[in-house]
């Protein structure tokens, strides 16, 4: 679990001061994942080898290595103190850039995590809380454009659970796109082939059997003896 209690705010000479979040629901703890906590308990490791390390570098020069600050932050520098986050901002841009990903802004990952949620299936509550919002409104009115998206894949959820061998195909990306300009226009069945194979073995055997049928009964005689006069 992770508690929100501050955040750090640089103005445009990257002076920097610890500050309250914006609204009363900003301040919330936040349940980590199993992916995030592994990776903050190895961080964690990480942090104490680099204190273990300035603190020897400190006693040995201590005119260059100045104290390590014990500065409570999770991410910091090899020396405690936290980064400047318009420093991690650039560094972000930079690394988005040396890969060749989309120009993305380090904030817009929150973003992304919050469409996740979203397409996981959490509700906007949930949205709300994860992301500290004011207000419903504010968390409804940013991500709304997105529930269309996620509640037909919500109406597929349970006929994806239903195993179904004579059943609808899931239609492709490009029946998908056909629907959304035709939406009056239902998907076809598509049949089982081998079903239909054994269907029409079976009413070959049945037409078989129904004309040996007729060729072995016997006429009534009374018939014959209408018919000869």
Same mark, same amino acid.
């Given at each position: 679990?992770?508690?929100?209690?501050?955040?750090?705010?640089?103005?445009?000479?990257?002076?920097?001061?610890?500050?309250?979040?914006?609204?009363?629901?900003?301040?919330?703890?936040?349940?980590?994942?199993?992916?995030?906590?592994?990776?903050?308990?190895?961080?964690?490791?990480?942090?104490?080898?680099?204190?273990?390390?300035?603190?020897?570098?400190?006693?040995?020069?201590?005119?260059?290595?100045?104290?390590?600050?014990?500065?409570?932050?999770?991410?910091?520098?090899?020396?405690?103190?936290?980064?400047?986050?318009?420093?991690?901002?650039?560094?972000?841009?930079?690394?988005?850039?040396?890969?060749?990903?989309?120009?993305?802004?380090?904030?817009?990952?929150?973003?992304?995590?919050? !469409?996740?949620?979203?397409?996981?299936?959490?509700?906007?509550?949930?949205?709300?809380?994860?992301?500290?919002?004011?207000?419903?409104?504010?968390?409804?009115? $940013?991500?709304?454009?997105?529930?269309?998206?996620?509640?037909?894949?919500?109406?597929?959820?349970?006929?994806?659970?239903?195993?179904?061998?004579?059943?609808?195909?899931?239609? $492709?990306?490009?029946?998908?796109?056909?629907?959304?300009?035709?939406?009056?226009?239902?998907?076809?069945?598509?049949?089982?082939?081998?079903?239909?194979?054994?269907?029409?073995?079976?009413?070959?055997?049945?037409?078989?059997? !129904?004309?040996?049928?007729?060729?072995?009964?016997?006429?009534?005689?009374?018939?014959?003896?209408?018919?000869?006069?």
């Amino acid at each position: 679990m992770a508690h929100v209690s501050g955040q750090l705010v640089t103005d445009s000479n990257y002076n920097m001061w610890q500050d309250t979040p914006k609204s009363r629901s900003g301040r919330r703890a936040i349940a980590l994942d199993y992916a995030t906590l592994a990776l903050l308990t190895a961080w964690r490791d990480v942090q104490k080898a680099q204190r273990a390390e300035w603190e020897e570098k400190h006693r040995q020069d201590p005119k260059t290595y100045g104290p390590y600050v014990d500065s409570g932050y999770v991410f910091t520098q090899p020396d405690g103190r936290p980064h400047n986050p318009q420093n991690v901002s650039q560094a972000f841009w930079r690394f988005i850039q040396r890969l060749g990903l989309p120009p993305v802004r380090l904030h817009d990952l929150r973003h992304c995590a919050a !469409s996740l949620s979203l397409a996981a299936g959490l509700s906007m509550k949930a949205i709300q809380a994860l992301l500290g919002h004011s207000s419903y409104q504010l968390t409804a009115d $940013t991500y709304t454009s997105l529930l269309p998206q996620f509640e037909q894949a919500a109406a597929n959820a349970p006929l994806d659970l239903v195993p179904r061998r004579n059943g609808v195909e899931k239609p $492709t990306d490009e029946q998908a796109q056909a629907a959304k300009a035709h939406p009056m226009q239902l998907p076809v069945p598509v049949h089982d082939e081998e079903g239909i194979e054994q269907g029409a073995t079976t009413a070959s055997v049945d037409e078989e059997t !129904s004309d040996r049928h007729l060729r072995v009964v016997r006429s009534d005689p009374r018939d014959e003896a209408l018919g000869a006069a």
